[in-house]
């Protein structure tokens, strides 16, 4: 490597840079009279490169470590606004929990008052429904009770009625069945003295002819047939006789089955009169349980007139709590409105400060994003220009050393594109730190009104 001239810190003597300075870049500036000279006093007759590529990298060196610390500086200044943000928002919490808590007391007040209310409207609704339906059961027992006086009298002239039809009616049929029953005997008594008179004489005509067989005995043989024949027509005729007996028997044991039946008959009518007797009687006892009925609800319908009369008491007490409680509700309208009323003006006051801050914020931000821009583009032109130069250098000194140049080109271009990513990536992090503040401070600003709004309304 060709010797540089170099200035000393205090005699001013030119020297070769050290190892370190070689890799590093020099501790100090270029002197003027060193960073004046020509290029080709001040380049490398092993490499080609400039000893002025150290001066820059010391420049770029410097920048970098005041915006480091200007970086250090917005960092801190983010943990305080940061540290601030959380305290704010632990404030605002406790600030809702407090407000909730009030707003949950008022809400159980209110939510007591109207079930308190519901529950005497329920009452008063139910003795209304109560007194209603005793009225209606009233009038309807006691239309109930005419209507069971009124049937239990017609049922009674009908049941008289038909007993007398009935008694009527059966006396007539046991004169007729008497009746028949003596006519029955009648022609039984003459069908039974026709039939002794007939055995009578069959048997005095048996006695005659047997008279005539033993005087005539020798005529026997002549009248055996005969008097066989006789004899047959006779037993057909007493078979005849028998069985019209048995006729007569059984139509008198037919109408005597009758006589027994219309007897059943008499005694179910007359049970059936004794049951009837028995339902009229069982009737008046319910007309009797009925009154008495009646009597209690009349009672009654006197204890809940005496009630609704409490009730009404006590609904005018109510009315008057309610009323109270209705402008005690009215002023808290009132103070509420007032706390609106201040709340939003001091809304605006902040409003007005914070679109203030953020103007002020806003300019400062695209004045850094204006330096920032203009630092960059300075470094990418004098980037440029050097690798401009260096490219020209190279090409100038190809003949000599074709792969050395070549080494030091790409090792100066990954430089190049090192610093040129680490720029953006200052950029890119400025740019982010400067939003990131921005919205902590709107956020800030935001929890700050809020804050003074719960404790305005808290505090009346």
């Not at 209310?117 to 329920?122: D, F, I």
């Amino acid at each position: 490597m060709a010797s540089l001239p170099s200035v000393s810190g205090d005699q001013g003597d030119l020297r070769d840079p050290t190892l370190e300075e070689l890799y590093t870049g020099p501790v100090r500036a270029l002197p003027d009279e060193i960073q004046q000279m020509p290029a080709e006093d001040t380049a490398c007759t092993f490499c080609g490169v400039s000893y002025f590529v150290f001066a820059e990298v010391q420049a770029l060196q410097i920048t970098v470590k005041q915006y480091k610390k200007t970086f250090r500086d917005f960092v801190r200044f983010m943990e305080c606004e940061r540290s601030v943000a959380r305290d704010l928002r632990q404030q605002v919490a406790e600030l809702k929990g407090s407000f909730a808590e009030l707003v949950a007391t008022c809400s159980a007040r209110v939510k007591q008052i109207s079930e308190q209310n519901e529950a005497y409207c329920t009452v008063k609704q139910e003795a209304l429904d109560q007194l209603q339906q005793l009225r209606k059961e009233l009038l309807e027992s006691e239309s109930s009770r005419r209507e069971l006086q009124i049937l239990s009298k017609r049922n009674e002239e009908e049941q008289k009625l038909s007993h007398s039809l009935v008694e009527q009616k059966l006396r007539n049929e046991i004169l007729h069945l008497s009746s028949q029953m003596e006519s029955c005997k009648l022609l039984s008594q003459s069908q039974q003295a026709a039939f002794k008179e007939e055995n009578d004489r069959d048997q005095q005509l048996i006695r005659e002819l047997e008279s005539k067989f033993v005087e005539g005995q020798q005529q026997w043989t002549a009248a055996e047939r005969q008097v066989v024949t006789e004899r047959d027509v006779l037993k057909q005729r007493l078979l005849a006789m028998n069985e019209r007996v048995e006729l007569e028997s059984s139509t008198a044991r037919q109408l005597e089955g009758q006589l027994t039946a219309i007897r059943e008959e008499l005694r179910r009518v007359v049970a059936a009169s004794d049951t009837e007797r028995k339902s009229s009687s069982q009737m008046n006892s319910e007309i009797i349980q009925l009154k008495h009925q009646l009597q209690n609800l009349e009672k009654t319908r006197a204890q809940l007139v005496s009630e609704n009369g409490r009730y009404k008491d006590d609904k005018y007490k109510l009315e008057d709590e309610i009323n109270t409680l209705r402008l005690r509700a009215d002023q808290l309208q009132g103070q509420l409105s007032v706390s609106t009323t201040s709340t939003e003006k001091i809304k605006n006051q902040y409003t007005r400060d914070l679109e203030k801050l953020r103007g002020e914020h806003g300019n400062e931000i695209s004045r850094l994003q204006r330096d920032h821009a203009k630092v960059i583009e300075a470094l990418k032109a004098s980037q440029n220009n050097y690798l401009e130069y260096l490219k020209k250098e190279t090409v100038e000194r190809q003949a000599k050393g074709e792969e050395s140049s070549r080494l030091a080109r790409l090792a100066m271009e990954n430089r190049l594109k090192d610093a040129e990513r680490r720029a953006n990536e200052w950029k890119d992090r400025a740019l982010q730190n400067a939003s990131q503040r921005e919205v902590n401070l709107l956020q800030s600003m935001l929890y700050l009104v809020l804050g003074t709004m719960l404790k305005i309304q808290f505090s009346q």
